[in-house]
């Protein structure tokens, strides 16, 4: 991994990591809604609240499956191929280890001269 994290170039690939990263928190936050929702329509006590639940639990289970759908369309998720989703996350953390282990707080971020700048 380059390690000039400041240059442009140096970021590609960098949207597609980022999308599928914030698609894999959205479909697990969306896996705990439904999750929520069932345990709150097994301890509700009313007709009307079970109703309620049962709408809710039915749209988080359609969200559910459509960020799954979309992740599997886009490649970010192999639910059936176990060794292409193993490979990816092993990618996956590689990656996250490699860009925790950058320096944050570099000596020289200077770009003068880099960038068309005025003259003092």
Known sequence: MINDYLEIRN?????????ANMSLGFLL???SGVRNCAIAL?????????SVLKEQLDHA????????????????????????QFKMDIESSTTASQI????????????IGTFATPEK
Do not use: Y
């Open 61 to 84: 289970i359609d969200l559910h499956e459509e960020i799954s759908n979309l992740m599997i369309e886009k490649g970010w998720l192999h639910p059936i191929d176990l060794e292409k």
């Open 42 to 50: 097994t301890e509700s006590a009313t007709p009307q609240v079970r």
């Open 11 to 19: 970021a590609e690939g960098m949207p597609k990591l980022v999308d």
């Open 100 to 111: 925790a282990s950058l320096d944050l707080f570099p000596g020289d971020t200077s770009r």
């Open 29 to 31: 936050n969306a896996k």
